[in-house]
């Protein structure tokens, strides 16, 4: 992988796109249940890039607001046709964009560092070594 990697990240119909250069700055994992209604699945996997990394390529997102455990503030863009939620921002975190791993579809992206919300974690789920694993958000 380079610093010119690229890669784009698709909801499920494919209207809403956005495509990133270099590598994500940390890529987080997380069991919360806001992930878990978020993804429908048992915990979600996350990329964080800085703004500069991000072009936006096609789709119109609506916006879904929502506070987090920690206080933070997001905004959830989603395709309104399909209903993917593809990117967010948080309000404690100006200038990243965060992005939803699965929406990239690329087995080789990088694994998560770590793993937040272990806490709420379904008793089944683990995680590889080099994931650390915190009970709630560090
Ligand atoms: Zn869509
Ligand atoms: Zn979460």
Known sequence: MSLSTKRIASCACGDLQVATTGEPEKVSSCSCTDCQRRTGS?????SFFSADQVEFVSGAPRVFERGADSGNALSMNFCPKCGTTLYWTLKDFPGRIV????????????????????????????????????????
């Open 42 to 46: 048992v915990f979600g996997v996350t």
């Open 99 to 138: 992005i939803a791993v699965g929406c990239f579809a690329d087995p080789e992206f990088p694994q998560p560092e770590r793993h937040v919300w272990a806490k709420r974690k379904h008793h089944w789920v683990q995680f590889p070594d080099g994931c650390s694993l915190y009970d709630e958000a560090p």
